[in-house]
């Protein structure tokens, strides 16, 4: 919490000039995640693959806001071409489907994965501070986790399914300026 209340006061003159892009619903922010195992907050990125989040490497900063009530993506402040953030949840050997996969964006809004999730992502106010740090949520089920060597960004309905080499995140909004 003390790395939101340190935001708070560094980013709060400034947030009255968050970019916007043309006609979205909300000023732009971007993801950034903190975690027990590394409380400096890190930039979400869309990694070199151009789909998927990580927190390593040179990826781009995915810019995102809302539009009409759907979280929405950008890499540019045009706001063209958009991405529409999903979970990559993959098939079963039965036909059912995992309650994990990869966070990403989605530049066609769909995916040839029968499994995959388009869901309606919310941010949800950080109890102290309701203007700054709100939290990615997803139905309030399950979290998000940075994977592996590259710290791909999972989200998991529970925490023992799905890759192991994992630590818990957050992602929080700060506004891009």
């Given at each position: ?5 340190t935001?708070s ?11 916007v ?8 922010f ?32 995915i ?46 809004g ?5 499994c995959?999730?388009?869901?309606r992502?919310?941010?949800q ?7 700054l ?30 890759p ?10 700060v506004?891009?300026?």
């Amino acid at each position: 919490m003390k790395f939101l209340s340190t935001i708070s006061l560094l980013i709060a003159p400034l947030a009255s000039w968050a970019l916007v892009i043309p006609n979205a619903d909300t000023p732009s922010f971007y993801f950034v995640a903190t975690s027990p195992d590394n409380a400096t907050p890190r930039t979400v990125r869309i990694g070199a693959d151009g789909i998927y989040t990580t927190l390593s490497g040179s990826g781009t900063a995915i810019q995102t806001y809302f539009f009409q009530g759907s979280l929405t993506g950008t890499l540019d402040k045009s706001g063209s071409p958009t991405f529409h953030p999903f979970l990559n949840i993959s098939p079963r050997e039965d036909g059912s489907c995992t309650t994990f996969g990869q966070f990403g964006y989605s530049p066609q809004g769909s995916s040839p994965n029968t499994c995959a999730s388009f869901p309606r992502f919310q941010i949800q106010s950080n109890p102290e501070n309701s203007q700054l740090g709100s939290k990615l949520t997803n139905n309030n089920v399950g979290g998000f986790y940075a994977c592996g060597p590259d710290e791909i960004i999972w989200y998991k309905q529970n925490a023992q399914e799905g890759p192991q080499n994992c630590s818990p995140v957050d992602l929080y909004t700060v506004p891009v300026l």
